[in-house]
């Protein structure tokens, strides 16, 4: 069996693949009473793609289930930023494996970061036939054809090169309030830990009269939020030329006059004072940034190519919080870098006393093949990275609760989403700084932003009930 080579595989560009998704190009009815089943891994850019791949899925005609046994085809639209990822990707198989058992007509597909993998694409080839179609993160928009056009043979779509940025996209939006946009795909940064860069290809920007003729039919639709979606967004637009930058887009998309504005990933290099004061002066920009730290070594920072010293972060975090009114911050920070030391690792805990994090997403450093850093030697134990990450997640907590507890007794705006799933009598929402409330009423509020009084604080959430 020829095994695929992805520096080879499917050299057809997009070009090639002409059925961009239109609603009329397709029949509903071709999969008319039949059920999909759809889990997402991963990143909310993943979570976005999943949206598409609603979309499309529901253009043929299939409905969504919950149960995987009701289901006619099933997607795993799969994460491969960390190792776990694969254990829940072949636990999975294992259960669709069964379910094809039952019905023999079952369509599994497997799709995501993990479908731009080479060993994952030659393991699901040899090991796992059952498996219909592969296809990778650039080539989401063939999935109609990639179903219609099936055979009894196992169909691996993946595109090694990067792929087109396509335009109208349909979207089923989990949500009629908030919105993922995308402004970027890819990233160029390639830090020496990360496989993004591998799995999602190059920096490739949306053309920013796109992005605001999305969000303005978004204002026209109701919509109260976008958050504008990117690997890297303070990178946006440099690589297309005469296109705004990042903080221009803000203003831009600030000028639609969609309630609230939100955006993740920043990364501390590319962050610009211009960007700062933006978001400084536009009420409908959140005071909210996520600011992955990554390290507090600078040269643990220097072995991840992270491109900024420990002092760096710290003038950017400052400057920063002295500028923004309220802003909340919030961060990522890997442990357990080859070779990391307890001296290192004392300066992660040192910039996390500094800056006092509103709330830290930790993680021991996963090896990823392909990427440099999985080739380096690294002598320190597993036991000695899990003492530091629970030693770090004790300080990062306790700092989140003293953050929300600064909250209690406060009247803040919180944009209503839903009912509690907890609690049914409660309803759940955000502050503009990205903090979860429970609110005991306001049943009658979900999609507007009301004031709460901020009852009680924990470390993950806030209590609080609407002033009538
Ligand atoms: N190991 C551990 N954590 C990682 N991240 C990215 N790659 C790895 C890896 N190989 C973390 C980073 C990033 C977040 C999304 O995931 O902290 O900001
Ligand atoms: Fe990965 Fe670094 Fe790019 Fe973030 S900036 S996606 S960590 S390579």
Wanted: net charge negative; aromatic share 8%; with cysteine.
């Amino acid at each position: 069996m020829k095994l695929p080579n992805l520096t080879e595989a499917r050299k057809r560009t997009s070009k090639e693949v002409e059925h961009i998704y239109l609603d009329e190009h397709y029949d509903q009815n071709t999969f008319k009473g039949q059920k999909y089943f759809l889990r997402t891994y991963g990143c909310q850019m993943n979570v976005h793609d999943g949206e598409e791949i609603a979309a499309r899925l529901e253009s043929l005609g299939f409905r969504p289930t919950e149960k995987l046994e009701d289901a006619d085809i099933v997607i795993l639209n799969t994460c491969a930023i960390r190792e776990n990822a694969h254990d829940k990707l072949y636990g999975f198989l294992g259960r669709c494996k069964h379910a094809k058992k039952d019905n023999k007509d079952l369509i599994i597909g497997i799709c995501g970061c993990m479908a731009q993998e080479e060993n994952v694409v030659k393991e699901l080839m040899e090991k796992h036939p059952y498996v219909d179609i592969v296809f990778g993160t650039h080539n989401i928009h063939e999935l109609q054809d990639l179903i219609l056009n099936r055979t009894s043979k196992q169909d691996i779509s993946v595109y090694s090169c990067e792929g087109e940025v396509y335009e109208n996209i349909a979207y089923k939006r989990d949500s009629n309030i908030k919105a993922w946009v995308n402004i970027q795909y890819g990233c160029d940064k390639f830090c020496t830990y990360c496989i993004v860069p591998y799995t999602r290809g190059k920096q490739r920007s949306r053309k920013s009269k796109e992005i605001i003729s999305e969000v303005e039919n978004l204002v026209k639709d109701g919509y109260q939020e976008v958050t504008l979606l990117g690997q890297n967004v303070n990178a946006y637009g440099k690589d297309l030329t005469d296109e705004l930058s990042f903080a221009e887009l803000l203003k831009a998309v600030a000028e639609t006059k969609i309630p609230r504005i939100r955006f993740v990933t920043s990364h501390p290099w590319d962050f610009t004072d211009e960007m700062i004061e933006v978001i400084a002066k536009y009420p409908n920009i959140m005071p909210y940034i996520h600011l992955p730290l990554q390290s507090g070594s600078s040269r643990i920072l220097k072995l991840m190519g992270r491109r900024y010293t420990k002092e760096e972060y710290l003038k950017l975090f400052n400057k920063i919080k002295s500028t923004i009114p309220n802003v909340a911050v919030t961060t990522d920070i890997i442990v357990g870098f080859p070779n990391e030391t307890d001296e290192d690792f004392a300066e992660t805990l040192d910039v996390v006393n500094t800056c006092k994090f509103d709330s830290a997403f930790t993680f021991i450093f996963s090896p990823r093949e392909g990427t440099p850093a999985a080739r380096m030697e690294d002598k320190i134990e597993m036991h000695t990275k899990e003492e530091r990450l629970q030693k770090l997640n004790e300080l990062v907590n306790s700092y989140s609760l003293a953050a929300n507890q600064k909250y209690v007794g406060k009247v803040v705006p919180v944009l209503i989403e839903g009912i509690s799933e907890k609690d049914k009598n409660k309803v759940f929402g955000y502050t503009d700084t990205m903090k979860l409330v429970n609110v005991s009423n306001g049943q009658d509020k979900i999609g507007k932003i009301v004031d709460v009084c901020i009852t009680d604080a924990k470390s993950f959430s806030l209590d609080g009930e609407i002033n009538n």
